[in-house]
């Protein structure tokens, strides 16, 4: 099983980027691809989530709006397009995968994890 995200980077300020989670090893339409950060010193923090057998996809309060997730199930990928982004929103990114959508905040609920992708906002 292999996780592999992708995409990070430094931008400044109101900028945009698009993060890709590449899934190996696993039944991918059976899963759920959630998003997380951890900014240094800080917890991490689930912020997205999908569902990719019915497309549901969920959002923390701190990136609706501004971050959209999707999946190509051709390629079995997971995409987070970040825009208007923050300072706020520096942070290593990781993509990790769970068979259930439910409780996909719950970061002790995932099965695989990728190794993670720095994003760096600058003011």
């Known amino acids: 099983v292999q996780l592999q995200a992708y995409g990070g980077g430094l931008v400044q300020a109101g900028g945009f980027l698009r993060l890709s989670c590449a899934a190996s090893?696993?039944?991918?339409?059976?899963?759920?691809i959630g998003w997380f950060r951890q900014a240094p010193g800080k917890g991490r923090e689930a912020i997205s989530c999908?569902?990719?057998?019915?497309?549901?996809?969920y959002y923390a309060d701190s990136v609706k709006g501004r971050f959209t997730i999707s999946s190509d199930n051709a390629k079995n990928t997971v995409h987070l397009q970040m825009n208007s982004l923050k300072p706020a929103d520096t942070a290593v990114y990781y993509c990790a995968a769970r068979r259930t959508a439910l409780r996909w905040s719950t970061s002790g609920e995932y099965d695989y994890w990728g190794q993670g992708t720095q994003v760096t906002v600058s003011s």
């Open positions: 090893g696993f039944t991918f339409r059976d899963y759920a």
């Open positions: 999908i569902s990719i057998k019915d497309d549901r996809t």
